[in-house]
Structures are given as C-alpha cells and as structure tokens.
C-alpha cells in the first residue's frame, strides 16, 4: 500500500477542503481556522483534534511509535493514532480518513470514548499540545501498513499490559495517552 506524503495527496473524501486546524476559544467555542504546520510551537492556540484507541479481533489495542520526524513527541509511544479534523469536516470522517493515512487500514465501530477530553503538554523542544482532543475508539481486522512519515513501529498489546505500561514508565508514553488512561481508569465502574 501506497502512502501520501501530504495529508492531501490521495485521500478520498477529503475534496477541496484545506489542511488546517479549528481554532477554538475558551468556552470551545470555533473561533477559526489556521493552517495545520503554523499551529504547534511554543505558544499553540486551543484547537480541535482528536485521539483514537483502535482494537483488533482479539481485543488487544494498538500502540504505534511516533515517527523520528514528527514536530512533536518523536519516538513517543503512544495510541494508534491521532489527527485533526478540518474545518467543514465531521469528526468522524477525519478519524477514518487518519487512518488510512497513517495505518493504511478501515476502522469500524467508531465510538466516543472520552467526548470532552481536553490537554496542554509541552515536549522536550518546547513545542506545546493545547487540545480539545475528543477520544474515540474503534475496531478493525487488517493488519497495519503504517506511514513511515507517521508510524516507525507498532505492538498489539492487551488493555492490561497499556496499563502496566503507563504504571511502570509514564515517560515512555505521550502525555495526552497517560492523561487518557487515567481518566479511564477513575470512570466508576473502571
């Protein structure tokens, strides 16, 4: 499988719509727009993402190894992957329309996981993540044909071994998946 080396080169239902992020005010309120590579640096403004936890038909959940030339969080671990939607585009599309992208591969069963998730980090370059970044989960039964612009290794783990994971070496994990699990875990019934 072919990969694009822009997020617009070869993406199906993506039509004329621009590569840029939503801004957002404080109350998440869209305020804007801005192109997606002028966004992240060290004063980011609010915008609008999202983050999804994909699972195979053995309900292990993917973990993928951020790309050594990604702008933020390089060879970072973290959950199979995450993205921003454009302006005029359904979350959900941008969801499936990521991983195409990133692991060449269809999601089904697309659910909110944590709708209101929101974080700020900073990474080692001082580049900031100021996000609304809704969760989302999905499945799939392909195998992964990861972007190496994106993805440099991935693992199915179970939920327990993500979780013994986070417990043992948080700083091995991007901070936005370490925030989610523990939210996850403080949900009754968790």
């Known amino acids: 499988m072919t990969h694009p ?69 390089p060879g970072v671990w973290t959950n199979a992957f995450c993205g921003h939607p454009r302006p005029g585009e359904d979350p959900a599309d941008a969801v499936r329309r990521h991983a195409r992208h990133e692991l060449g591969l269809e999601v089904t069963d697309l659910q909110p996981l944590l709708p209101t998730f929101r974080y700020r980090a900073v990474d080692a370059s001082g580049t900031v993540e100021n996000e609304v970044c809704p969760v989302f989960t999905a499945r799939t039964s392909q195998q992964p044909h990861p972007n190496p612009d994106e993805v440099m290794d991935l693992r199915w783990v179970t939920p327990g071994e993500l979780s013994a994971a986070a417990a043992a070496a948080p700083w091995a994990l991007s901070p936005w998946l370490v925030e989610q699990l523990a939210q996850l875990s403080d949900r009754p019934g968790a």
């Open 5 to 73: 080396t822009t997020p617009t080169d070869d993406d199906p239902g993506l039509g004329d719509l621009p590569d840029e992020v939503i801004l957002l005010d404080e109350d998440r309120t869209p305020i804007g727009s801005a192109p997606r590579a002028t966004v992240h640096h060290e004063d980011t403004p609010l915008h609008l993402a999202f983050s999804c936890h994909l699972y195979d038909e053995q309900s292990r959940v993917l973990l993928t190894r951020r790309a050594l030339t990604k702008r933020t969080w």
